[in-house]
Each structure stands twice: as C-alpha cells, then as structure tokens.
C-alpha cells in the first residue's frame, strides 16, 4: 500500500493541523495528505519547492494519491500546496528541454494518466488555489470540480506565450470550465488572468481571503454532495466527462506522439532554452 492512513483530531488549521496520510514509496516526500476527521475530506498538498514545478515524480505522486484515494472511499478531495505563493509553476520545463526520449515519453505518458485520474475521478474534488497556478497548474486545477483562490495571483494557459501548441489534454478542462469563446481567445492569447478576472469569467468558483477560508468554501462545496448517493454521483460526473475520457484513452498514442514529435522539433527546444534562460534571469535585472 502506498499511503500509510492515521485519523486527524482537527481539520487543517494552522499548527493544530495533522498529517495523517504519509506518502511510504515517495522518497522525495513531494506529497502530503491529510485527512479531516470530522468531515472524512483529505487536503492533497503539492509539496515540491521552491515551486511546485510538475516533473515525472511529483506527477506520478499525484495519480498514485488519487487511485489511492478512490479505493479508500475518501468523501472528498482538497488539491492544494504548501508553498506561500504558488498552487503549482506548470511542467518542470526541463523535463522538456533537450530531453532523453525514452524519459519525454514516459513524463508525458504519466501527465495523460494523471489528467484521466483528476478529470475523471470517482471522488468529489475542489482546488485550492493558493498562489500562481499557469499552465500545468491551471490543467489541475481546472481537472477538480470547484476552484477557490487566493487574491493577487495568476492563473491560465500560457503555452502560446513561450511557443508551445497546447495539446488536447491541456485544452479540455479549460473548455469545460469556460464559455468556448472565451477559451479560445484565452488560449491564442496565451494569457494569464488574476485572481479577479478569473472570477469575473469563471475561471474560478470563488475567491477567499486567506487559505483557511479557502479551506472552508471548499469543504462547504464538497458537503453539497453531503446527502446526494455517491454512486449516482460519481457515475453523472463521469458521464458528463466521458467523451473527453474516452478521447484521451483511445487517442492515447497518437497524442504521445505528436507530443514528442512537436517538443523535439529543433525550433520549439530553442523556444525552450530561451524560456528556461528567461525564468533564470528574471530576477536579476
Ligand atoms: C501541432 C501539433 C501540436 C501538438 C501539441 C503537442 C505538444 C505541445 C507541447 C507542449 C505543451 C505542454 C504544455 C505545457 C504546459 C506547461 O505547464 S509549461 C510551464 C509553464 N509555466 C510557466 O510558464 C511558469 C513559469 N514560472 C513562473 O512564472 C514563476 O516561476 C512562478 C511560477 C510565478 C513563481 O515565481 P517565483 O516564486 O518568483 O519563483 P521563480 O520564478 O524564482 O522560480 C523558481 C525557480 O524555478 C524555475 N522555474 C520556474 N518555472 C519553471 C518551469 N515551468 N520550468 C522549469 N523551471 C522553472 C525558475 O527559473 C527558478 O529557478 P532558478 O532559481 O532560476 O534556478
């Protein structure tokens, strides 16, 4: 078994807050979940500093904690992250950059099954979006089914900003959360929007003032589902989201391979470099 499972007294509050769950396998420990006793929710933290960058590990983590998850019967999801100003940075880019193949194929391998775990669980899932959350960290967080942020943050899809095609598994979720309109001028844009403009059109469900009354709106989100059958439940959930899955699971290798095909391309690996070499030296002027 993945997680070892201890019963928390209290919720996540401050220094009274207890982890329950404990990653065993994970060496690099970038997961924590706890589980809150009175309400039976578990809080899943992305904890892979300085900024929560999804490399193969911390993705593999992510799927292994939800199937884990489904099979305990968890009542509820909180996807969020321990760091103060980020909810996740998007893919580790350097997963992308001149890369060994065998590893680009089995890191966007893992990143398709992470996003068929988010999207099309079984257990109710809110994110709690507690810093800048672009790119990747939109994909989870639009993957979940309610979105509560924090003020003065950013979050979208900014692949085309840098050069990179988002692929399917990157546009679905978007378009499930926003008018198409919306979503596709946002995706040519490449843009980010703040904590308020994704209120205003949707991108998120609520905005909360610090990360324990984010805590609290998704908890309040998740027991609407309090007195509704889980089965029933879930089974509407994925109904509604099966044809995307369905997408997915059987476009599977053709989405492998075009993702390779495009990352590999010489033009892109420049854009890339490029890219990393600005992230680097963007707090030094
Ligand atoms: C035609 C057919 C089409 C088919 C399509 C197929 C394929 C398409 C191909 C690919 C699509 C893939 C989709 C991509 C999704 C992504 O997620 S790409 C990543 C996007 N992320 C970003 O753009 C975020 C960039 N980062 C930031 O804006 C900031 O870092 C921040 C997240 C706001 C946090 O800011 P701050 O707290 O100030 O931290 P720093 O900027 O100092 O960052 C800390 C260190 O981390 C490095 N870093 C940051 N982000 C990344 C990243 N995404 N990848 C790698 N490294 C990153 C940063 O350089 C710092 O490191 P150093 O201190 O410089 O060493």
Redesign the pocket.
Known sequence: MFFQITKAATPLTGCRRQLILRSLSSSTNNIQIEVDNKTGFATVSMNRP??N??NLELINSLTRSMKEMEQNKSRGIILTSTSN??FS??????E?YRPDVQRLREFWTAFQDMWLAWYGSAVPTAALING?S????C?LATCCEYRVMLPKF?IGL??A??G????PV?RISFKNVLPLRIAELALCQGKLFTSNDALNIGLIDELAKTKEEGYEKCVKFLQTFRKVDPVARSLTKQQFRGKDLDDLRKGKQKDLN??V???TQDD?QMRLGL??EQ?????KK
Do not use: C, M, Q
């Open positions: 300085p900024v960058l999804l100003s980020v940075g998007g893919l580790d880019i350097k992308l800048h672009p790119a990747g960290g994909v950013t900014n692949e900003k840098f990179l095609v988002p692929p990157v075009d993702f095909e495009h990352v892109i890219y990393l992230l680097h030296n963007r707090k």
